[in-house]
C-alpha cells in the first residue's frame, strides 16, 4: 500500500509560483507514475499531468491548460515528486493531489479511476 503526503499549497497572486510537494512511502522506481489531479467544488478531478517514475526515467506529460506553465520532477533519494507551479491564474485554483499508478496501464492516461492511491490534497488559491 502507497501512502502519499502532499504539501505546499497555499494563497498567491496571480503570475506567482508555488512548488507542491509529494512524499510517498515507496521507492519511487516501485511505482510506475505518479500524477496530479486538481479539483473545484461542483466539479469533476482534473489530471494535471504525470511522471513515469519507473521505467519511464522521468517522462512527463501534462493537460493543455497547464503547458508551459507547470513542471513535474522527481528526487528519488526523498521519494518525492514535486509539481512547480509558474504563472499561476486564478482559475488554477483548487485542490491539488497526487496518485500513483503502479502499472503501465494505469499510467497510460490521466483518468483519476486508473488510480489507486491517493494524497490527502492540499488546497491553492490564486487570487486576481
Known amino acids: 500500500q502507497v501512502q502519499l503526503v502532499e504539501s505546499g499549497g497555499d494563497s498567491v497572486q496571480a503570475g506567482g509560483s508555488l512548488r507542491l510537494s509529494c512524499a510517498a512511502s515507496e521507492y519511487l522506481r516501485d511505482v510506475y507514475c505518479m500524477a496530479w489531479f486538481r479539483q473545484v467544488p461542483g466539479k469533476e478531478r482534473e489530471g494535471v499531468g504525470r511522471i513515469l517514475t519507473s521505467l519511464g526515467r522521468g517522462s512527463t506529460y501534462y493537460a493543455d491548460s497547464v503547458k508551459g506553465r507547470f513542471t513535474i520532477f522527481q528526487d528519488n533519494a526523498k521519494n518525492t515528486v514535486y509539481l512547480q507551479m509558474n504563472a499561476l491564474k486564478p482559475e488554477d485554483t483548487a485542490m491539488y493531489y497526487c496518485?500513483?499508478?503502479?502499472?503501465?496501464?494505469?499510467?497510460?492516461?490521466?483518468?483519476?479511476?486508473?488510480?489507486?492511491?491517493w494524497g490527502q490534497g492540499t488546497q491553492v488559491t490564486v487570487s486576481s
Open positions: 496518485a500513483a499508478g503502479t502499472t503501465l496501464y494505469r499510467c497510460r492516461s490521466l483518468d483519476p479511476a486508473d488510480f489507486g492511491y
